[in-house]
């Protein structure tokens, strides 16, 4: 199975701040990586599909990047309602893994 | 818009079997695989399984493979999740999840996510 590992695990930022969270996979996986952003309490939602691709109704403020093994997710200036815990997925190949999650947290 | 209502999720007791149901609404369901994704509480999100679009090809991950079976009415736009033999670690939310693509397999990914029933398995 491919190993998706996220970094940091959490983080605390300030609102308007730029935000990174990295993705790595135990091997190339091409562009085959999405993003999805779970809120406290809720289910997850398709943020970033094909490591750069903004989904339909999704913030501008978001953006994704990447290919291969490495893979990063910004939010380009925090906002309070970006308060969740933030997942990669890899579907270059069976089983769909996802990482472990990066929670972020409002300063 | 996309509407996915999962339903039958309880407390069962280790060796039983229960049967989650997805409701699916807001667009073509048989135009598309649905997918079966868990999470274990206050842990990460965990791939299940997924069927294609016609129910012809299914798959699972290791940790339900021989224990859960994935199925799909296309005429009722329902997609199930039989589950036997539960174990204690099979205790998460269940997340019915419409696949980007009508294929199961590869290169796809989860454009919409139902609010979740929650399965305990516990003596």
């Known amino acids: 199975d491919i190993q998706m590992t996220q970094s940091p695990s959490s983080l605390s930022a300030s609102v308007g701040d730029r935000v990174t969270i990295t993705c790595r996979a135990s091997q190339n996986i091409g562009s085959f990586l999405n993003w999805y952003q779970q809120k406290p309490g809720k289910a997850p939602r398709l943020l970033i599909y094909?490591?750069?691709n903004l989904q339909s109704g999704v913030s501008s403020g978001f953006s994704g990047s990447g290919s291969g093994t490495d893979f990063t997710l910004t939010i380009i200036s925090l906002q309070a309602e970006d308060l969740a815990t933030y997942y990669c997925q890899q579907s270059f190949s069976m089983p769909h893994t996802f990482g472990q999650g990066t929670k972020v947290e409002i300063k | 818009q996309v509407q996915l209502a999962e339903s039958g999720g309880g407390v069962v007791q280790p060796g039983r079997s229960l049967t989650l149901s997805c409701a699916a609404s807001g667009f073509t369901f048989n135009n598309y695989a649905m997918d079966w994704v868990r999470q274990a509480p206050g842990q990460g999100l965990e791939w299940v399984a997924v069927?294609?679009?016609?129910?012809?090809?299914?798959y699972y991950a290791d940790s339900v493979k021989g224990r859960f079976t994935i199925s799909r009415d296309n005429s009722k736009k329902t997609l199930l999740l039989q589950m036997t033999s539960l174990r204690v670690e099979d205790t998460a939310v269940y997340y019915c999840?419409?696949?980007?693509?009508?294929?199961?397999?590869?290169?796809?990914?989860?454009?919409?996510w139902g609010q979740g029933t929650l399965v305990t398995v516990s003596s």
């Open positions: 069927i294609s679009y016609d129910g012809s090809n299914k």
């Open positions: 999840v419409k696949n980007s693509l009508a294929v199961a397999g590869h290169y796809n990914w989860f454009d919409s």
């Open positions: 094909e490591a750069s």
